[in-house]
């Protein structure tokens, strides 16, 4: 059965340093992965999506993130978080077509 | 392009009664999705429809639930009747058949059953 596991409940960051956000998945075939964001009050937002290609994917607001099939980690970073950036993010994998399986989430706070 | 729309944004009802959600797709996505998330646990998907058709139901808990998507538009979720364990946010999406098929959320419906 797939899964998706995102081992950090809660992140602290300051404002300015780098951030990476952690995902783990289980598949049995070539996934699709994707990280949303959920800021208060907000849906699910898409940051960014891996389909196929470059390992490395540029999405929204400055976030990347890299697929490692080895190590079945799709990661989410950013070189330098904004306080607008505090939001609940969530790794997701599926295939076309059918449904996501998410991990449980990691909520994000922003100190000045 | 309008996105997906859900309402009501807020519901509180009590045990035992019944609540109807509605998802509004964006136009021209024959893809739709429900999901759901219970406090502090993970989005767990519900189920799919394609146009009006249920493709995959696998995700409903049980027999309370009831989904429709009439003339493969618009999509309701009936709970009936609620129990507390229902509680939660409930996360619509759509996606359009052959564009990469990547799901775009609305607001979410938060339901809490007292």
């Known amino acids: 059965a797939q899964s998706v596991t995102q081992p950090d409940i809660h992140i602290t960051v300051s404002e300015g340093a780098s951030l990476e956000l952690r995902c783990n998945y289980s598949?049995?075939?070539?996934?699709?992965l994707f990280w949303y964001v959920q800021s208060p009050g907000q849906g699910l937002q898409l940051l960014l999506k891996y389909f196929s290609g470059d390992t490395l994917v540029q999405g929204i607001k400055g976030f990347e993130a890299e697929f490692k099939r080895s190590q079945s980690s799709f990661n989410l970073r950013k070189p330098s978080v904004h306080w607008s950036d505090a939001a609940e993010y969530f790794c997701?994998?599926?295939?076309?077509?059918?449904?996501?399986?998410f991990g449980t989430g990691t909520r994000l706070t922003i100190i000045p | 392009e309008a996105g997906v729309t859900q309402f009501p944004s807020h519901s509180v009802i009590e045990k035992g009664q019944t609540v109807t959600l509605r998802c509004d797709p964006i136009?021209?996505?024959?893809?739709l999705y429900w999901y759901r998330r219970v406090m502090g646990k993970e989005i767990k998907f519900l189920l799919h429809f394609v146009k009006e058709s249920k493709q995959d139901e696998s995700g409903m808990p049980n027999n309370r639930f009831l989904a429709e998507r009439t003339g493969g538009t618009y999509s309701t979720l009936k709970v009936q009747p609620a129990e507390l364990e229902d509680s939660g946010v409930y996360f619509c999406?759509?996606?359009?058949?052959?564009?990469?098929?990547?799901?775009?959320f609305g607001p979410g419906t938060r339901l809490l059953v007292l």
């Open positions: 999406a759509s996606s359009q058949v052959g564009m990469g098929e990547t799901q775009y």
């Open positions: 997701a994998v599926g295939q076309v077509g059918e449904k996501l399986t």
């Open positions: 598949y049995g075939a070539t996934p699709y």
């Open positions: 136009s021209g996505h024959d893809n």
